[in-house]
């Protein structure tokens, strides 16, 4: 077998490197998190949106180990710019297909929009009690239910601590 040096797109490889092709997937920066990490921190940020028990326990009555709101909005869009980019950009990587894409763009869209409105630094108070809050958690939970079941976890089990997933998404 010869071994090649072009890529797929016809573009020159060096066979005994791996890494990226380019600075920008799609328009977009990329970084050097793998995309399950990015996928982890997606779920872990829209299970605890879509979870308004959890919210009330721990963002409400300030019980450590979890974050904050803004936490899980920064861990949201912060590796995959879904707060500039849609979701349907990373089907096959972080989302695996439209339908996951599409439900993970509708619960960004609504927690972004209450973000902007009451701002990044505000009390949790102010989002659980913001008018669209009910939306935010109905979109959030849609997303996580369907993220968990295709990567064949249970929905309902409680969030993960944020140390949890840091030992989860840790790389050798």
Not at 147 to 172: C, K, Q, W, Y
């Amino acid at each position: 077998m010869a071994l090649s040096t072009e890529s797929s797109d016809g573009s020159p490889r060096n066979p005994s490197r791996t890494g990226r092709r380019s600075s920008t997937m799609g328009g977009m920066p990329l970084n050097d998190l793998p995309w399950w990490r990015w996928r982890a921190r997606l779920r872990s940020a829209l299970h605890m949106l879509a979870d308004p028990a959890f919210q009330q326990e721990y963002w409400a009555g300030g019980r450590p180990g979890y974050g904050d709101v803004t936490d899980a909005v920064y861990r949201l869009v912060e590796d995959s710019w879904l707060d500039r980019w849609s979701a349907e950009k990373y089907i096959g990587t972080v989302v695996r297909d439209a339908a996951e894409a599409a439900l993970v763009d509708a619960a960004v869209l609504r927690v972004l929009r209450i973000l902007h409105e009451v701002g990044a630094d505000a009390p949790a108070a102010a989002y659980l009690g913001h008018a669209d809050w009910p939306e935010a958690v109905a979109a959030a939970r849609a997303a996580h239910e369907l993220l968990a079941v295709n990567d064949g976890e249970d929905p309902a089990m409680p969030p993960r601590s944020l140390e949890v997933l840091r030992i989860l998404t840790r790389i050798s």
